[in-house]
């Protein structure tokens, strides 16, 4: 079931014959809309450039975000963490190749509300092996998921990515629900009560006497993000 109003738009590809519409605006009562238009109309015209400062705002922060980012790849181990990943990947590279790749879907598992971060981290992952990845954008968690996910689907399982609400490029967790297996990231922006059933510390591939140099402008960032 996807939404299928303005902006995201989907149309059905056959109707009926595979997909329906179901329209809310069937039990709307007409002549109670007919009577409010204009001032629906005129709600419509205030709001629009609302959701234009909003994603301004939140290109800006996303901005500073990538500032501590960057501070933290410089300062990265990548001997470390590439050998940090062939241990985490070596189940799967031991598993022979299919002969028909996996799905992968994209989905979100965090979103950006005007009650601030909203996650379902803890429900999606419930019952499942979880594996928690402990880190900050540009330690590397993103290096190991895809890793993960291109290995998995090589060998024929299907995947469930949720990608970053910020950068829908950025994926931050991975499901392998064949394996029964979930990756999780874990930061101050996901909080999570998962225990989990093992978990990876991205710092121990990070130097951290770097990352020491640049700490007041890391907490400033913070501090404006």
């Known amino acids: 079931m996807v939404d299928g109003k303005a902006p995201h738009v989907c149309d ?45 705002y939140l290109n800006a922060a996303y901005q500073i975000y990538l500032n501590n980012s960057y501070i933290y790849t410089n300062a990265l181990d990548h001997a470390a963490l590439l050998k940090a990943i062939a241990e985490e990947t070596a189940c799967l590279q031991e598993m022979p190749l299919a002969m028909t790749l996996g799905k992968d879907r994209h989905m979100f598992a965090t979103a950006i509300t005007p009650q601030g971060m909203e996650n379902f981290i803890d429900t999606l992952t419930t019952g499942k092996r979880v594996i928690r990845l402990v880190g ?61 059933d093992k978990t990876i510390y991205f710092t121990d591939f990070i130097d951290l006497d770097a990352v020491e140099l640049c700490i007041n402008e890391i907490e400033e960032n913070n501090r404006l993000f």
Not at 157 to 163: G, I, L
């Open 136 to 196: 900050e954008d540009g330690m590397g968690i993103e290096n190991m998921l895809d890793e993960l996910k291109k290995l998995a689907l090589q060998r024929g399982f299907d995947t469930e990515s949720c990608y970053c609400s910020l950068n829908p490029e950025k994926i931050e967790h991975l499901f392998i629900p064949e394996l029964n297996l979930c990756y999780t990231t874990v930061s101050r922006y996901h909080a999570t009560e998962t225990v989990g």
């Open 12 to 56: 059905p590809t056959i109707p009926i014959g595979i997909d329906e519409i179901f329209n809310t605006a069937d039990y709307i009562g007409r002549d109670v809309v007919e009577k409010h238009a204009k001032e629906l109309l005129a709600f419509n015209k205030a709001k629009k450039p609302f959701y234009a400062k909003a994603y301004q």
